[in-house]
């Protein structure tokens, strides 16, 4: 399963809830680098970010870095899904690596998701 910043950003913050999914997981779990850089942009400050660190390294989440393969799907993702939907240019990177590991995509970010029929979308609390 690809993990998507925003359960990251809550089990930080402390929520039970996405703390709770995290460590209950029994699938491998996943994040994208463009997850990873999401993260780096919302930490207010270095500390903040090692905690993130911290985080996916205690839970051992792989990441994934961009490949060829990735890139190609989350351009077209981009260029599909931008106008009609507003999709960004992260989102879509996040979306192809779940697509092209052929995983489902855990997120609270349903309105930038829903519209990519072909991916399996899991709101986890």
């Known amino acids: ?21 995290l460590e209950a997981a029994e699938e491998k779990l996943f994040i994208s680098r463009a997850g990873v850089m999401e993260m780096v942009r919302g930490s207010r400050n270095k500390r903040d970010f090692k905690a993130v660190s911290k985080l996916i390294a205690g839970l051992n989440i792989e990441i994934v870095e961009i490949s060829d393969e990735i890139s190609a799907a989350a351009g077209a993702i981009f260029e599909t899904y931008w106008h009609s939907h507003g999709v960004g240019a992260m989102d879509s990177f996040i979306a192809a690596t779940a697509l092209v590991l052929k995983e489902s995509l855990a997120t609270h970010n349903i309105k930038h998701f829903k519209p990519i029929k072909e991916l399996n979308l899991t709101v986890p609390y």
Do not use: E
């Open 1 to 21: 399963m690809v993990i998507d910043s925003t359960i990251l950003v809550d089990a930080v913050r402390g929520q039970t809830p996405a703390k709770k999914f």
